[in-house]
Structure formats: structure tokens, C-alpha cells
């Protein structure tokens, strides 16, 4: 490491100002700031020191991914060869899953980061590290079989339709993965509906459906008849998005978060409490097969434990109060129950749920913080009187 710092102090002064590549120095401090902590501290007013910053936290986040992500590779092989009737080891099946989903990620990383370090070259700042976040979750929530060019399409329209436009990281309203997520969804529904993506090179006369679907099914056939057990639904052993199946990685990632500080448990709490209260509102009221789905199982279907983890937890498109992230978490779980089972066509309620709620956050953190001042004032005569 010290033959590289070597190295970058060496050819750092051509990259700053009067250097040959001054052009380039929001990139090369990009990489500098990435291999090496930044020396750079501040000399005036008070400041909260800690030794949390941007590129810690989201490196904790990627780090808590890491579970979901490894599973989801073993999955993608596992469901390959389930559906052509083949045996294989773990390691083989592992080694397919590992092929189909890295070139979605080297794809997600190589547009989102170009246009990023596009960007800031263009505006003379700095490469903010939000998108190794970004970069990771949207091949998390695509399926295994989808096409690259689709990829890197939804990927490009989220960093700069999503985020760059509202002024870059920190400043988007909506959760940049889950609009990329959306794009492909409105854009592309073939490709991410029905039950030939969701299993990696299938055989055509194995179904491949997932458990949403199944359950939606269910509306018109009068019974819901799931493939999967619920333990199988809890591990994640069904076809899925390659990080969304697993709830028990999910959880994994979910205690590092917690344990480190980064994650909001108030949030991911109020999400589950939220999906259960509305399942059991609909399991009293029973009208249709999928209104009698057991509470518990929307909390192991489809993407509602990766949400409620990753997704409704980003700190720059979630509430900023106490009181506003239980409200927030709450109807996020709540409305993606609603969505799946009273609108089917919609199966995947989770990100719909989350991306409204992004857009109401501010106003129930105004809402919240109203409120504390006029308790406070009430408070205040009460005193004087």
C-alpha cells in the first residue's frame, strides 16, 4: 500500500489545478478517496467528529448485502437445475448463478459510475460514493435472466432522470435502484412479469412462478396453491430477483445494519408491523383466495423483507424524525400489502409502496416537526401562566 500512495502522490499534482489533467481531478480524487481514508479535516466552527463518513457508510451497506447477494447466486444456479431435472453441488451451482448475475452488476457499476464521474467532471465536483450502493441494489432486484442492454437502460435513467437531475447524491427524492426498478416495469413489462425470467434458462415445461404470482392466480381460480412451503419461502429456495428471496440473509444483512448504526431499525419495524397489520385486515375481510393468504406469508413473499431492509431504510429518500419513520415504514408495509392483494396487477406492492412514500416523507417529517412546535409552545404558556 505504500508503493501505491507512492505512486499517487506522485501524480497527484498533475491533476490539480495548473495541472496537465486538471480536467480530470474530480476523477482521480474519486479513486484516491476510494483506495485511501481522505486527509482532509476542518479548520473552522464546531463539528461533530466521528469516524463515520460517506464512504463508511455506504461501504457497511454494500457489506450488509453481501449475504442476500451470495445466497441469490447459489439460488439462480439451484432453480437452474431443479427446473431441467439435473443434480449438481453446491459449488456448480453456485459457479452458474455466479455467472449469470456479474455481468449484471459489472453492468450496473459501469453505467451508473460513467455517467456519475460524467457528471462531476462536468460540474467540477467531487464523485460522491452513493452510487456503490445503488450500483449493488439494482442487481439485486432484477430477475437472473434479464437482458444486459436493459440493464444498463434502467440503470442510466435512474442515475440521471432519478437523482442527478435533483442536484446528485443527497439531494434525489426517490430511491435511485427502485427507479430503475419502476423504468423497467413500465417499460418493459414482458421482461419483468410472468414466469420465464425469474429462473435462468429454464426448462419450458417447468412453471418457474413465484409465490406473488401464485397468489395472484388465486383471485380467478377461487384457491391459492403455493409450490413452496413457507420455510422455503423464509430461506429463500424459490424463483425470484437474484437478492430478494432469501428473508433469512436478508435478516442477516439487516442486524449488521442495525448493529452498525446505519440502518433504521424504527423503520424496518414499522414496515413489518405495518405488512401485518394490513394482512390481517384482509384476512378478516376474506372476499377472495388471496385476502386469505395468511398475514405472515406477505412478510417472506416477494420483495417486502429486502425493502423494508434496504430499500425504505436509505436516509436520503426516507423520513428524517423519530416519529416520522414509524409513520413512514408503517404505510410503506401496509400500502404493499394493499397493492398486491387488491390490485394483482401490480403482484411486486413493495416498490410502489416505497416510492410513494419517498415522495410524502418530507411532508410527514413537516407534519411531525409542526406538531413538536405547537406541543412546545402549549408547553411554554403553560408555564408563564
Given at each position: 500500500?505504500?508503493?501505491?500512495?507512492?505512486?499517487?502522490?506522485?501524480?497527484k499534482?498533475?491533476?490539480?489545478?495548473?495541472?496537465?489533467?486538471?480536467?480530470?481531478?474530480?476523477?482521480?480524487?474519486?479513486?484516491?478517496?476510494?483506495?485511501?481514508?481522505?486527509?482532509?479535516?476542518?479548520?473552522?466552527?464546531?463539528?461533530?467528529?466521528?469516524s463515520?463518513?460517506?464512504?463508511?457508510?455506504?461501504?457497511?451497506?454494500?457489506?450488509?448485502?453481501?449475504?442476500a447477494?451470495?445466497?441469490?447466486?447459489w439460488?439462480?444456479?439451484?432453480?437452474?437445475?431443479?427446473?431441467?431435472?439435473?443434480?449438481?453441488?453446491?459449488?456448480?451451482?453456485?459457479?452458474?448463478?455466479?455467472?449469470?448475475?456479474?455481468?449484471?452488476?459489472?453492468?450496473?457499476?459501469?453505467?451508473?459510475?460513467?455517467?456519475?464521474?460524467?457528471?462531476?467532471?462536468?460540474?467540477?465536483?467531487?464523485?460522491?460514493?452513493?452510487f456503490?450502493?445503488?450500483?449493488?441494489?439494482?442487481?439485486?432486484?432484477?430477475?437472473?435472466?434479464?437482458?444486459?442492454?436493459?440493464?444498463?437502460?434502467?440503470?442510466?435513467?435512474?442515475?440521471?432522470i432519478?437523482?442527478?437531475?435533483?442536484?446528485?447524491?443527497?439531494?434525489?427524492?426517490l430511491?435511485?435502484?427502485?427507479?430503475?426498478?419502476?423504468?423497467?416495469?413500465f417499460?418493459?413489462?414482458?421482461?419483468?412479469s410472468?414466469?420465464?425470467?425469474?429462473i435462468?434458462?429454464?426448462?419450458?415445461?417447468?412453471?418457474?412462478?413465484?409465490?406473488?404470482?401464485?397468489?395472484?392466480?388465486?383471485?380467478?381460480?377461487?384457491?391459492?396453491?403455493?409450490?413452496?412451503?413457507?420455510?422455503?419461502?423464509?430461506?429463500?429456495?424459490?424463483?425470484?430477483?437474484?437478492g430478494?428471496?432469501?428473508?433469512?440473509?436478508?435478516?442477516?444483512?439487516?442486524?449488521?445494519?442495525?448493529?452498525?448504526?446505519?440502518?433504521?431499525?424504527?423503520?424496518?419495524?414499522?414496515?413489518?408491523?405495518?405488512?401485518?397489520?394490513?394482512?390481517?385486515l384482509?384476512?378478516?375481510?376474506?372476499?377472495?383466495?388471496?385476502?386469505?393468504?395468511?398475514?405472515?406469508?406477505?412478510?417472506?413473499?416477494?420483495?417486502?423483507?429486502?425493502?423494508?431492509?434496504?430499500?425504505?431504510?436509505?436516509?436520503?429518500?426516507?423520513?428524517?424524525?423519530?416519529?416520522?419513520?414509524?409513520i413512514?415504514?408503517?404505510?410503506?408495509?401496509?400500502?404493499?400489502?394493499?397493492?398486491?392483494?387488491?390490485?394483482?396487477?401490480?403482484?411486486?406492492?413493495?416498490?410502489?409502496?416505497?416510492?410513494?412514500?419517498?415522495?410524502?416523507?418530507?411532508?410527514?417529517?413537516?407534519?411531525?416537526?409542526?406538531?413538536?412546535?405547537?406541543?412546545?409552545?402549549?408547553?411554554?404558556?403553560?408555564?408563564?401562566?
Open positions: 500500500m505504500k508503493a501505491l500512495r507512492k505512486q499517487l502522490d506522485k501524480i499534482p498533475q491533476f490539480q489545478k495548473g495541472g496537465k489533467f486538471e480536467k480530470l481531478h474530480s476523477s482521480f480524487d474519486a479513486f484516491e478517496t476510494f483506495l485511501f481514508v481522505p486527509d482532509k479535516t476542518t479548520a473552522h466552527g464546531s463539528h461533530i467528529r466521528d463515520i463518513d460517506m464512504k463508511r457508510t455506504m461501504s457497511i451497506v454494500v457489506i450488509a448485502m453481501i449475504p447477494l451470495i445466497f441469490g447466486m439460488n439462480i444456479g439451484h432453480q437452474h437445475f431443479l427446473s431441467i431435472g439435473e443434480t449438481a453441488a453446491l459449488l456448480e451451482k453456485f459457479l452458474f448463478g455466479l455467472g449469470k448475475a456479474l455481468p449484471i452488476i459489472v453492468v450496473s457499476y459501469v453505467t451508473g459510475l460513467g455517467i456519475e464521474f460524467a457528471f462531476a467532471q462536468f460540474r467540477g465536483h467531487e464523485v460522491n460514493e452513493g456503490l450502493v445503488s450500483g449493488m441494489l439494482i442487481p439485486l432486484v432484477v430477475p437472473p435472466d434479464i437482458p444486459l442492454w436493459m440493464v444498463a437502460v434502467a440503470t442510466a435513467f435512474a442515475v440521471v432519478g437523482k442527478e437531475v435533483f442536484g446528485g447524491t443527497g439531494m434525489n427524492i430511491n435511485p435502484a427502485l427507479t430503475a426498478r419502476a423504468f423497467l416495469f417499460a418493459y413489462p414482458a421482461q419483468l410472468g414466469d420465464k425470467v425469474w435462468a434458462e429454464k426448462a419450458d415445461a417447468y412453471s418457474g412462478a413465484t409465490p406473488l404470482a401464485e397468489a395472484a392466480a388465486g383471485i380467478d381460480t377461487g384457491v391459492v396453491n403455493f409450490t413452496h412451503s413457507f420455510m422455503d419461502m423464509f430461506l429463500g429456495v424459490i424463483p425470484g430477483s437474484i430478494e428471496t432469501s428473508t433469512l440473509a436478508i435478516l442477516i444483512g439487516a442486524a449488521i445494519l442495525v448493529f452498525t448504526g446505519v440502518g433504521s431499525l424504527r423503520i424496518m419495524l414499522s414496515v413489518v408491523i405495518g405488512g401485518i397489520f394490513m394482512g390481517g384482509l384476512n378478516i375481510a376474506g372476499s377472495n383466495a388471496y385476502m386469505d393468504v395468511p398475514f405472515y406469508y406477505h412478510l417472506v413473499m416477494g420483495g417486502f423483507a429486502f425493502g423494508a431492509v434496504y430499500m425504505a431504510t436509505d436516509p436520503v429518500t426516507a423520513s428524517q424524525t423519530n416519529t416520522g419513520k414509524l413512514y415504514g408503517f404505510f410503506i408495509g401496509l400500502m404493499a400489502v394493499l397493492i398486491r392483494v387488491l390490485n394483482p396487477a401490480y403482484p411486486e406492492g413493495m416498490m410502489l409502496a416505497i416510492l410513494l412514500m419517498n415522495v410524502f416523507a418530507p411532508l410527514i417529517d413537516h407534519y411531525v416537526v409542526e406538531a413538536n412546535i405547537k406541543r412546545r409552545l402549549k408547553r411554554l404558556k403553560a408555564v408563564k401562566a
